[in-house]
Antibody, heavy 115, light 107 residues
Framework: EVQLVDSGGGLVQPGGSLRLSCAAS????????MNWVRQAPGKGLEWISY????????YYADSVKGRFTISRDNAKESLYLQMNSLRAEDTAVHYC????????WGQGTLVTVSS | EIVLTQSPDFQSVTPKEKVTITCRAS??????LHWYQQKPDQSPKLLIK???QSFSGVPSRFSGRGSGTEFTLTINSLEAEDAATYYC?????????FGQGTKVEIK
């Protein structure tokens, strides 16, 4: 089955760190660029980061630049998001998402930043 | 950053009615505009890519059109299962951006 499985979310204090993971299966992971997209509770979708298939090109939204780091391991068919210096406004469901046109979404993992 | 503005924000519709959602871009994005459907507690799902191309498996009552700065998603003969929030998304230039969403409720 073609799928993305997100994990790693949880409750973290402001200023803390968290690492999200996304496990891909059912397709050739190394052929596709990947993204992280988030959705704050009751709000709309926000793209936050992009990584090309070979990791040669990486982009971030201004809202996370300098705090978040996207990476991937094609051998392990996995995508990651290292989140540092977390703020209350980072509270959201975080989805990994395949390709520029998002044909495939993970189920999402909830990150809650609160003291 | 390209801003996408959807209208309306909310629409309450009777089954079998036609629904039209508009997405306007703050600058020309060609045809790099895509539509997604999101139901409560679910991940978004792709409906239409590149303004007018239906994604595999999507019911034929969903259609899209437009180019440049103005785009529309049309749902012909609305069904109860179409109750959801609909988002447009541009991939013309980074940062990718989404519209604020249009919630469609079934009367």
């Amino acid at each position: 089955e073609v799928q993305l499985v997100d994990s790693g979310g949880g409750l973290v204090q402001p200023g803390g760190s968290l690492r999200l993971s996304c496990a891909a299966s059912g397709f050739t992971f190394s052929d596709y660029s990947m993204n992280w997209v988030r959705q704050a509770p009751g709000k709309g979708l926000e793209w936050i980061s992009y990584i090309s298939s070979s990791s040669s090109t990486i982009y971030y939204a201004d809202s996370v630049k300098g705090r978040f780091t996207i990476s991937r391991d094609n051998a392990k068919e996995s995508l990651y998001l290292q989140m540092n210096s977390l703020r209350a406004e980072d509270t959201a469901v975080h989805y990994c998402a395949r390709d520029t046109v998002i044909y495939l979404w993970g189920q999402g993992t909830l990150v809650t930043v609160s003291s | 950053e390209i801003v996408l503005t959807q209208s309306p924000d909310f629409q309450s519709v009777t089954p079998k009615e036609k629904v039209t959602i508009t997405c306007r871009a703050s600058q020309s994005i060609g045809s790099s505009l895509h539509w997604y459907q999101q139901k409560p507690d679910q991940s978004p799902k792709l409906l239409i890519k590149y303004a007018s191309q239906s994604f595999s498996g999507v019911p034929s009552r969903f259609s899209g059109r437009g180019s440049g700065t103005e785009f529309t998603l049309t749902i012909n003969s609305l069904e109860a299962e179409d109750a959801a929030t609909y988002y447009c998304h541009q991939s013309s230039s980074l940062p990718w951006t989404f519209g604020q969403g249009t919630k469609v409720e079934i009367k």
